[in-house]
């Protein structure tokens, strides 16, 4: 007898974040996803394992409803297996177990009831995996879910015994774990399709069982250079014709993700927590990750999957900004379950949950500020509900859970969040009638991706204004048309020099004396618990210094308007006395008493993305100095109209 066909189970996921722009989903739309549907349909590619993440789905429902039911269609016919996820696309790892549950059961709704199918597989979203999660995916239903092959090796497995389904579990709760074969996420769409095919043979002539591709339909048209290579040089047709010959050949039989999950099992597992290999890189601060891509570098291959990087959590640290989105939606979902976990707050604390606005690597991620706004908007709409009617109060609390207390100051109007250890600054200020948090501003910071200022000149090969394109490396050539093309992944580039760097994560409110900015934040320490004084929320604090001491004051009213004053001893001479420092995302009215010395400067990031790399105004920073010898100052910031 001969070999058993290899059961090859293609699965594609497709994905556009909470807060995109609308044309962004209809250029994917028409020029990604319904092309490569409709090669699919139109050469009998099935069966296809399929996820449509959640902020697709709703976005096709309204603006694609069409191409949503001819999808219904091929699954009704038993040619398109669907996968669920999380409702609106987060991080699990990142949620609490009762989101996570959550999450996933509306998913698997809102599958039920536009296709009529029970979803009992799983999109891992990033392919983020904790062990935890499977105990937490059992019980929202899911039997089994896809993990890169990395997870599996770090964790003792060998690569030629990982072609099939393996059970682990969390708290005796079982689940069902795939192996994500990464040498062919790395050869489609990039490579020839000689080589693809040259893959199955070789796997189909060792007795491969199982093989399981699951990868972004992105990769088909959406990144740089891929339409091109894809549709208009004929790619795609020749794969598809290629696995065709290779399914009539008995090379491969095309099966669903669901059907490798139903399989004889490989035996328990307990998979390595992380991601892939970029990702884990990427949430690294930048000494790390450019020491783990120099041993990556430098590095045999069968090393590779036991070189990790950080974790996903990792970005919270890395940027605080994004931690302070996390912490918001953490506090939120706590608050909603307390106010009986209405349906319209769940909904916007969900959609903030969406994950891309929370990390950076090749994306641009959490330095996009229509992304950033988008998840802030939902906060300001889930706490705007849950606070319907409620008075001016307050909560001392480690809000983001970092060790130290902060000041949560609220109404049914606004959320301000202080944080004394941090410059006794406003970390963010949401105006429910606006959907904006004012301070929602990206700090400059070093990445690993650019070069150090003290670099040579010549080493800095990227322009400093604009848009700037990469130095790209790419595999085609004129001379060798059909040699394929680079992923985003590894593409070559050339590292640029930022802008000017901030020594700490911007506020709102933030002192130094003495007219040079230091790198550290001046602390402040609570002065007694904040009180009510007539209809406002009063919060003193005390800084103590070389310079001696620095009392600061916010007045809070129930609409959010804020005044805050600083007394400090003056001095005989005429000198440099206090600054405050204030980001601010949108205009809004400051007024100082008695009249400060202003200054203004746009906050200009410079990211990489997966088109380059790109400044970015992620908004402004106004700074209000005033003499010595005054002794006392104030400022009032009043609610944007």
């Known amino acids: 007898m001969g070999t058993p066909p290899v059961r090859f189970a293609f699965a594609l996921h497709l994905h556009q974040p909470v807060g995109n722009f609308d044309f962004v989903f209809q250029e994917h739309v028409e020029e990604v996803y319904r092309p490569l549907l409709s090669a699919l349909h139109e050469y009998g590619t099935y069966p296809l394992t399929l996820h449509i993440s959640g902020p697709l789905l709703d976005w096709l429902a309204e603006h694609g409803p069409a191409f949503l039911d001819e999808i219904g269609t091929r699954v009704a016919d038993g040619q398109v297996e669907l996968l669920a996820s999380g409702r609106t696309e987060p991080i699990l790892a990142a949620l609490d177990p009762d989101d996570r549950v959550h999450q996933v059961e509306a998913m698997r709704e809102i599958l039920r009831a536009r296709f009529g199918v029970q979803a009992t597989g799983l999109w891992l979203t990033e392919r983020v995996w904790e062990q935890d999660l499977s105990a937490d995916l059992a019980r929202a239903g899911i039997e089994y879910t896809l993990l890169d092959d990395r997870h599996f090796m770090a964790a003792g497995h060998e690569q030629t015994d990982l072609d099939g389904p393996f059970r682990t579990e969390s708290g005796g709760r079982p689940l069902t774990v795939l192996p994500i074969d990464e040498r062919l ?325 933030q002192e130094h004396v003495g007219g040079v900015e230091p790198d550290t934040l001046l602390r402040f320490e609570l002065e007694g618990a904040p009180s009510v004084d007539g209809l406002a929320i009063v919060v003193d604090l005390r800084s103590t210094g070389d310079r001696g001491v620095l009392l600061k004051r916010y007045r809070f009213d129930a609409d959010g308007n804020v005044d805050m004053s600083l007394t400090w001893t003056p001095t005989t001479s005429s000198g440099p006395g206090p600054t405050t420092s204030l980001v601010l995302a949108f205009p809004v009215s400051v007024e100082s008493e008695p009249a400060a010395s202003v200054s203004h400067e746009r906050i200009i990031t410079l990211a990489r993305s997966e088109r380059g790399f790109e400044h970015v105004d992620q908004g402004e920073r106004v700074e209000l100095s005033w003499p010595s010898e005054l002794g006392s100052a104030s400022v009032r910031l009043r609610r944007p109209a």
Not at 344 to 367: I, K, L
Not at 470 to 482: G, L, R
Request: glycine content about 8%.
């Open 185 to 509: 996420r790395y050869l489609i769409p990039f490579r020839p399709v000689t080589e693809i095919e040259t893959f199955f043979e070789a796997r189909h002539a060792e007795g491969t069982r199982a093989i399981v591709l699951g990868d972004d339909g992105e990769k088909f048209g959406g990144w740089p250079d891929t339409r091109a290579w894809v549709y208009d040089e004929g790619w795609l047709d020749d794969f598809l014709r290629s696995v065709a010959r290779l399914c009539e050949a008995d090379v491969i039989e095309l099966v669903t993700t669901g059907d490798v999950a139903r399989g004889e099992s490989c035996g328990l597992t307990y998979p390595a927590p992380g991601s892939y290999r970029e990702m884990e890189e990427w949430t690294l601060p930048r000494p790390a990750a450019l020491r783990i891509e120099a041993l990556w570098a430098n590095s045999d291959k069968e090393m590779e999957p036991h070189l990790r990087g950080g974790h996903w959590k990792g970005f919270l640290r890395k940027y605080p900004e994004a931690n302070r989105m996390h912490k918001a939606t953490l506090q939120l979902s706590r608050l909603c379950r307390q106010r009986g976990d209405p349906i319209e707050a769940r909904s916007f604390v969900q959609r903030a949950q969406c994950n891309d606005a929370y990390w950076h690597g090749v994306f641009g991620g959490v330095y996009l500020p229509h992304l950033r706004g988008a998840v802030w908007r939902e906060l300001a709409c889930a706490e705007a509900a849950l606070r319907t009617g409620e008075p001016l109060s307050f909560e001392v609390l480690d809000w983001d859970l970092d060790g130290d207390d902060e000041v949560w100051v609220h109404s049914s109007q606004f959320s301000a969040v202080i944080s004394p250890r941090r410059g006794g600054a406003i970390e963010s200020l949401t105006y429910f009638s606006a959907g904006a948090n004012l301070v929602d501003v990206l700090s400059r910071r070093l990445e690993p991706y650019h070069a150090d200022p003290s670099d040579a000149p010549s080493e800095r090969s990227v322009a400093a204004s604009g848009s700037v394109a990469a130095n790209e490396s790419v595999a085609a050539s004129e001379d060798d048309p059909v040699a394929g093309i680079v992923s985003v992944h590894d593409r070559s580039i050339a590292r640029p020099v930022p802008p000017a760097l901030d020594p700490y994560a911007l506020a709102l409110f």
